[in-house]
């Protein structure tokens, strides 16, 4: 095992040298004999602060040599129904049994818990079991504590293997099946079963440490940080080959960056297990051309579950696992997801982990993001990155969540294609989930006092797939999986990062978790069969292709889609060497004109109290930028209400926390923060009004741009500076032209359109048979018109996106003829989520149900606010017109300068269109040449989407650069119906599926 040099490994050989992780078995039945019953004791410790650790916190006073000091420490410092996890040695073999006949248990599948003890009478007479302090005397009564009355040593043994801090550990087996493990997989015996496991199969599993977390104060040892090593596993045959090693195409399994979330730790730590044992059948002729990378990503929130470990924001330790790591900011507990540096819009409330030029204060902070940023940029070939999620309740039992990285052709149809796999995967394994249903209600019952079962169709209800806002009803920046998707020429892997998502693995209050080994194993099978289907992709050999019925295409090009860092005022007034419309970066590090950016950060706590309102106050001036509230604790109150006022007293977002607490409430977001963007608020006092029954966290973040500049210095908020970029979106089409296998794709000026590019000259036949107008540059040019016109007439189509929606207005032509510019309105949105879809329509081929988000807005500078721009055409002009409609958007907001009566209107539909549909000539009508007609013999068409290739917004914080497009899956899909392509996917040479016809 190897190590970073700032950090030195110690082995955990019998669970006294350091603190480890304190097990939860039994905990259930101290609500049992206790008056307080379970939902009044959560809802107690909620309102005080977690400061009711458990019911009857007393502590005890166990002493005795054969206990190891830490053991000693747990038993007196944890109150007296808390189990702690023993392992213990015996002498005696009449000890021995008398220890049997009181307190073993036969594992079983179907056990609501780990059995209280387990026996083993080789190499020594051991036991494991989950002891209270008095239970701890009762057993060491059974000999007086002398080695030679029946007991040599007492230890705590926190984790899944029983026999892990005694001798000969792994007789057995190093990870056992969840229906004979002890507990959760604990840090420390992850640490040691990883060392034993390169020892042993060293020719397949190498194992790094490669930095380490913030650490939590160590109440037990009396450190004040007490980092933990983050590690990967590196599981491949020949794996010291470094040649062969670095050839090889990777999958990287990330298992568990919310310490909360067990269910990626449970399956990852078995699979290594299996794998390197030569047991894993259907991964072992996988591992001469993959390399599986498993990351222990979160140690921090994995270790705090132990009662020796200080959390700064909970009163009184009560065992749970934590979301983030050790650090706070500004007082806010810091998300470990949340910290990483992505293109596009950064909220300065996150400490984005670029070890380029990073700030002091982040190397304490984030180290651990900070580590796995720079060690896995060493990796080439990064093909998959999966970050293994959990949540609450949901309609199917594992969500893929589409990450936000921008996602080229090829791309986009592996996501897709491998999500297929999993689902199928999933189906034989289970059938559908009555299968698991009976367990799931049985968790639901316990977790949320509802026997709650996914009710979905996609899979048998056992699997789905979509955007994250799609999935879980928000969007996100500064996600571990946006980076590491994003080019590596803007410092990601340009791996194509999902995140799974399985239900009943957030606890409802605070996180709290218990064994439950019924409900555990199927999510473990779940995950496995996920690693599985990744792998496997990971090694095939895939493409997909455009098929255009011999079809060229025009794209209208403007200077006026192109943002560039050039244009920002603190940078300097070069342009980003990649070269207009490519994305790339430029190499300039100039600090560009003077600075005029200002951040004001406060932090405060509200205070739990039953009827009673707090209310915190931010000011804002003419020169504020932006404001942010972020809110922190909320996922741990069960009543209430937050509302955030403006400087006249009108509430402009409020939470209702009786709403949220609830986790079978699938609409409501269940996370334990919430965070609330205004861009250009009103000058003067804003109001945060909070009434809740748990403790919360509240920082507000104004960021003021002086001066009447629109854009902040990212030096001066976070401390980065500016990467250069120079993107346009109309590089989709360019990108798209890669993988056109019949047909052309072509740029062309407005100026080029008006000056007859489109036909040839005088005869009426075009050059083209599809043209695509993303933008309303040139809406003014009658020549520019009169040329789509003539265009259309001779049997083209046109496609119209975004602003090109305009168009519509001034076309005399088929359908749209009909439309006036007040049938038109250019409205803000906060995600393009198509509503009201008829998925009959030719342009939702191949669309999924769960499918609405049709770009991801984030990596293109937008936020989570209102600010994601379309144009819509009123329903009923636009149906009586002739047209269909597809889909719909409804207006939140007016882009600036706008006016319109339109709640709502078409997002996609189409027009019918002017042209007599001949053949082209030299052609026979099904698509062999260019003419009248749109190559296929049919009259053309007008297509109309009215949000899908936005230009970059450069008004907020992005200092990692921008996109070209982040289009998702059902945007991608959507273009190419608009374009009347078929798409086509490949694996190993062979079709597997279309998408789409040819139109």
Not at 562 to 589: C, I, M, V, W, Y
Not at 847 to 874: F, M
Not at 976 to 981: I, K, M, Q, T
Request: proline content about 5%; hydrophobic content about 35%.
């Amino acid at each position: 095992m190897s190590h970073h040099t700032d950090n030195e490994y110690r082995t955990i050989a019998d669970g006294t040298d350091a603190p480890t992780e304190t097990d939860e078995s039994g905990v259930q039945a101290t609500f049992t004999d206790s008056t307080v019953d379970r939902r009044t004791f959560l809802s107690l410790s909620v309102a005080t602060g977690a400061a009711l650790a458990l019911p009857g916190s007393a502590t005890a006073d166990v002493s005795d040599d054969v206990l190891s000091d830490e053991l000693e420490y747990v038993l007196n410092h944890t109150p007296a129904e808390y189990e702690a996890a023993t392992s213990i040695v015996f002498t005696d073999q009449d000890v021995f049994d008398a220890f049997a006949d009181e307190y073993e248990e036969e594992p079983a599948p179907g056990r609501s818990r780990a059995p209280k003890a387990v026996t083993r009478e080789s190499p020594t007479l051991s036991a494991h079991a989950h002891l209270t302090a008095s239970e701890v005397e009762d057993v060491l009564a059974l000999g007086d504590g002398d080695d030679d009355d029946g007991i040599d040593a007492m230890n705590f043994a926190p984790g899944s293997n029983p026999w892990w801090t005694l001798e000969e550990p792994y007789a057995d087996g190093v990870f056992p099946p969840i229906e004979e493990a002890r507990d959760y997989i604990a840090y420390e015996e992850t640490v040691q079963a990883l060392e034993y496991i390169e020892d042993t199969h060293s020719d397949r599993v190498r194992v790094q440490s490669i930095g380490e977390s913030p650490g939590w104060t160590n109440l037990y040892t009396d450190e004040d940080a007490d980092p933990r090593d983050v590690y990967v596993a590196e599981v491949t045959n020949d794996v010291q080959d470094d040649s062969s090693f670095a050839a090889k195409e990777k999958v990287v399994y990330s298992l568990n960056i919310h310490g909360d979330e067990r269910a990626g730790t449970e399956a990852g730590c078995r699979l290594i297990e299996e794998i390197a044992r030569g047991e894993a059948d259907d991964f072992e002729h996988l591992l001469d051309d993959i390399v599986l990378l498993f990351l222990f990503t979160n140690p921090d929130g994995w270790v705090s579950r132990k009662p020796q470990t200080e959390i700064p924001w909970v009163a009184d330790h009560n065992t749970n696992f934590q979301r983030g790591n050790a650090s706070t900011f500004e007082g806010q507990p810091v998300d470990t997801n949340r910290q990483y540096p992505t293109m596009g819009w950064t909220n300065p409330s996150f400490r984005p982990a670029e070890p380029e030029g990073a700030p002091e204060e982040f190397h304490d902070l984030v180290p651990d993001s900070l580590a796995i940023v720079e060690h896995f940029r060493e990796y080439d070939n990064v093909a998959f990155l999966c970050d293994y999620h959990g949540m609450y309740t949901a309609d199917h039992m594992v969500f893929n969540l589409e990450t936000n990285a921008p996602f080229d052709h090829d791309g986009t149809h592996d996501l897709d294609e491998v999500n297929i796999q999993i689902g199928e995967g999933m189906q034989e394994f289970w059938g559908d989930i009555d299968a698991v249903a009976d367990d799931i209600a049985t968790a639901g019952e316990e977790m949320y006092g509802s026997p709650f079962v996914p009710d979905g169709d996609s899979y048998g209800g056992l699997f789905d797939w979509g955007t994250i806002y799609d999935s879980l009803s928000y969007q996100i920046t500064g996600g571990f999986l946006g980076w590491a998707g994003q080019p590596a020429e803007f410092g990601g892997l340009g791996a194509i990062t999902v995140a799974p998502e399985i239900i009943l693995s957030n606890h409802s209050v605070a996180a709290q978790k218990e064994w439950m080994p019924y409900w555990t194993r199927h999510y473990e099978e779940a995950y496995r069969i996920s690693m599985r289907e990744y792998a496997a992709m990971t090694a095939r050999e895939t493409h997909a292709t455009v098929e255009t019925g011999g079809q060229d295409t025009a794209y209208v090009t403007t200077d006026e889609l192109t943002r560039t860092s050039a244009e920002l005022p603190h940078t300097d007034d070069q342009p980003g060497r990649g070269g207009p419309g490519r994305g790339g970066p430029g190499q300039g590090r100039g600090r560009g004109q003077d600075r005029a950016t200002s951040v004001q950060r406060r932090h405060e706590v509200v205070q739990p109290g039953p009827g009673t309102q707090s209310q915190l106050s931010a000011e804002t001036t003419a020169d504020s930028h932006s404001l942010f509230v972020d809110l922190e604790g909320v996922g741990n109150a069960t009543e209430g209400t937050v509302r955030i006022r403006n400087p006249d007293g009108t509430v402009v977002h409020e939470i209702d926390i009786d709403a949220k607490a609830d986790p079978r409430n699938q609409a409501v977001r269940t996370h334990d923060y919430e965070e609330i963007f205004v861009r250009r608020p009103e000058a003067g006092q804003w109001t945060i009004e909070a009434e809740s029954d748990a403790e919360l966290n509240v920082l507000t973040t104004v960021v003021d741009v002086a001066d009447d500049e629109e854009i902040p210095d990212p030096v001066e908020v976070l401390g980065y500076e500016q990467r250069e970029y120079s993107v346009n979106p109309m590089e989709f089409f360019a990108d798209l032209d890669d993988d056109v296998v019949d047909g052309d794709m072509d740029g062309m000026s407005v100026h080029h359109v008006s000056v007859g590019r489109l036909l040839r000259g005088n005869s009426g036949m075009r050059h083209y048979d599809k043209v695509v107008v993303s933008h309303d540059d040139g809406i003014d040019d009658p020549d520019y018109i009169g040329a789509l016109e003539d265009f259309v007439e001779a049997g083209g189509d046109l496609i119209l996106t975004d602003s090109g929606v305009n168009l519509l207005a001034v076309l005399e032509t088929g359908g749209a003829t009909a439309i006036t510019a007040d049938d038109i309105a250019n409205i803000l949105v906060p995600f393009a989520n198509l509503e009201d879809r008829d998925f009959d329509h030719p342009l939702l081929a191949g669309i999924r149900t769960r499918q609405q988000e049709i770009w991801k807005g984030s990596q293109l500078g937008y936020t989570t606010g209102v600010d994601q721009p379309a144009t819509i055409v009123d329903v009923d002009a636009f149906e009586t017109a002739g047209g269909s409609v597809a889909g719909t958007f409804t207006t939140a907001a007016l882009q600036d300068g706008e006016s319109t009566q339109l709640e709502s209107g078409v997002a996609a539909g189409l027009l019918p269109a002017a042209g007599d549909g001949d053949g082209a000539e030299g052609g026979d009508g099904n698509g062999n040449g260019n003419g009248n007609g749109n190559g296929n013999g049919d009259a053309g068409e007008i297509a109309v989407v009215g949000s899908v290739l936005p230009p970059a917004q450069q008004t907020e914080l992005h200092p990692f650069g921008m996109a070209d497009y982040a289009v998702s899956f059902m945007g991608h899909t959507l273009l190419c119906n608009a374009l009347g392509f078929e798409q086509r996917r490949y694996a190993d040479g062979e079709l597997v599926r279309t998408y789409g016809e040819i139109r």
